[in-house]
C-alpha cells in the first residue's frame, strides 16, 4: 500500500492541499487534521489538487462532506481540481459534481475563487 501526502501552499487568500498516495480509513486523520488546520486558521477558500491521488475510499470522500457545511457558512467552499478519470469516477458515482466544483485543473479551481 502507498502512503498518503498533504501538502499545502497559500497564495493570497485561497490555500491548495496537494494530496497523493492512498486515501482510506487510515489515511483520512491526515486530510481531517489538515482542513482542520485551514479552519483553525480562519482559512475557507480550499482547493484540493488530486493530481498524485492514486486511490480513494469512502472514509476519503466523508473527509469532505464533514467539512463542507462549516466551510461554506465562513463564506468559504472547497474546489476540486486534477481528478484522475478513475479518481472521479468515485466521486461521481456519489453525486459529487452536483455538490462541489470539479475542474480540470488548479489555475481553472484558482479562477473560480474570483
Known sequence: MENFTVNRTDKE???????????DAHTAPDLENAIQNLIDGERYKIIVNFNDLTYISSAGL????????????????????NMSPKIFRVFDLLG?????DIVDDEIKALENFK
Open 62 to 81: 466523508g473527509v469532505f462532506m464533514g467539512y463542507i457545511e462549516l466551510i461554506r457558512n465562513n463564506d468559504g467552499d472547497i474546489k476540486m481540481s
Open 13 to 23: 487568500d485561497i490555500s491548495v492541499l496537494y494530496i497523493g498516495g492512498f486515501l
Open 96 to 100: 459529487f459534481p452536483t455538490l462541489y
